[in-house]
């Protein structure tokens, strides 16, 4: 069982950045792939990234790729995600969830068996 717990969420203007930080419980954490996704009000939750269980491979979604960097410490049982050049579309609830594949993290939210409980970013023009 993983719990996870998010933060660094909050209010910026267009052009600022933020680091989201996803900690986790459970001693068995640095053998999940970690997936970070957002929801928009009345969107469907979508992708963002994607880190495997040693932080060697990872994926972005195209909206992201270049401005958003996804990093995992295991020792301190945390994965970040650095959210630099945030632009109003950013706008969302940010939630990380662990599980599938520890060596290829999925893009697929389904395969995801634990989740956080989000934070909100809200990025202002």
């Known amino acids: 069982q993983v719990q996870l717990v998010e933060s660094g969420g909050g209010l910026v203007q267009a052009g600022d950045s933020l680091r989201l930080s996803c900690a986790a419980s459970?001693?068995?954490?640095?053998?999940?792939?970690v997936g970070w996704f957002r929801q928009a009000p009345g969107k469907e939750r979508e992708f963002v990234a994607a880190?495997?269980?040693?932080?060697?491979?990872?994926y972005y979604a195209d909206s992201v790729r270049g401005r958003f960097t996804i990093s995992r410490d295991n020792a301190k049982n945390t994965v970040y995600l650095q959210m630099n050049s945030l632009k109003p579309e950013d706008t969302a609830v940010y939630y990380c969830?662990?599980?599938?594949?520890?060596?290829?993290?999925?893009?697929?939210?389904?395969?995801?068996?634990?989740w956080g409980q989000g934070t909100q970013v809200t990025v202002s023009s």
């Open positions: 969830a662990a599980g599938g594949s520890a060596f290829y993290p999925s893009t697929t939210r389904t395969t995801y068996s634990y």
């Open positions: 459970g001693r068995t954490f640095s053998t999940y792939a």
């Open positions: 880190i495997n269980w040693s932080g060697g491979r990872s």
